[in-house]
């Protein structure tokens, strides 16, 4: 099976623009989830859809926000970009039941 | 609440030695999961194992083992004979039970120098 993948790898925005990270889970994975990763805060959670259904929220403001379609893709936005919004946006992907997630590759979002 | 410690930082050592990467984790539920994954340069976070709470049994899977121990919320993994190709920056993470995000630990970044 392929693995997680994410569109794009790299990513250099502006302070105040909105930016779209894209996410293709494994096949027949329904759950994916998002993450963040910066040198000073670490892996944070983001938040998880099943089903199209948001499930779970981490501790970020509103500015974040994401999708989930019907073919488990999912999508994450992120609007009025910050100069800490400059991170490492990793997806992963699990089966429904099982704790195993799965990683992506990342994007590497960089706001100047 | 959930919480991971990885008190170790960096370690450093020379190929073949042995390495234990520690992992002090707290939570209040009694079913969760333990993980460690594993992320190189690239910065794909790779999957190593996954332990339930009710399992306690010690894993080995060639050069890598785990120890879990529920008395100390301890589950450090241990490589032995350790090579350069396993250089990269380790993480512990938990899972509560009905809580479908990770919490992860700050993480260990070893370097195996040849």
């Known amino acids: 099976k392929a693995g997680v993948t994410q569109t794009p790898r790299y990513l250099i925005k502006t302070r105040g623009q909105q930016v779209t990270l894209s996410c293709s889970p494994i096949?027949?994975?329904?759950?994916v989830s998002w993450y963040q990763q910066t040198p000073g805060q670490g892996l944070q959670f983001l938040f998880e859809?099943?089903?199209?259904?948001?499930?779970n929220k981490g501790n970020f403001p509103g500015r974040f926000s994401g999708r989930q379609f019907s073919n488990s893709r999912s999508e994450m936005n992120v609007s009025t970009l910050e100069l800490g919004d400059s991170a490492l946006y990793l997806c992963?992907?699990?089966?429904?039941?099982?704790?195993?997630?799965?990683f992506g590759p990342g994007t590497r979002l960089t706001v100047t | 609440a959930q919480k991971v410690t990885q008190a170790q930082t960096e370690i450093s050592v020379v190929e073949k030695e042995d390495v234990t990467l520690d992992c002090v984790y707290e939570?209040?539920?009694?079913?969760?999961?333990l993980f460690w994954y594993k992320q190189p340069p690239s910065g794909e976070l790779v999957f190593l194992i996954r332990?339930?709470?009710?399992?306690?049994q010690n894993e080995i899977s060639g050069r890598y083992s785990w120890n879990f121990q529920k008395s100390t919320s301890s589950f450090n993994f241990t490589i032995t004979a350790s090579q350069v190709v396993d250089s990269a920056v380790y993480f512990c993470?938990?899972?509560?039970?009905?809580?479908?995000?990770?919490?992860f630990g700050a993480g260990t970044r070893l370097t195996v120098k040849p």
């Open positions: 992963a992907s699990r089966e429904r039941g099982s704790g195993e997630q799965y």
């Open positions: 939570t209040r539920d009694t079913t969760y999961y």
């Open positions: 096949s027949g994975h329904r759950s």
């Open positions: 332990r339930n709470s009710f399992d306690e």
């Open positions: 993470a938990l899972s509560e039970r009905g809580n479908n995000d990770m919490r």
């Open positions: 859809y099943f089903s199209e259904t948001q499930r």
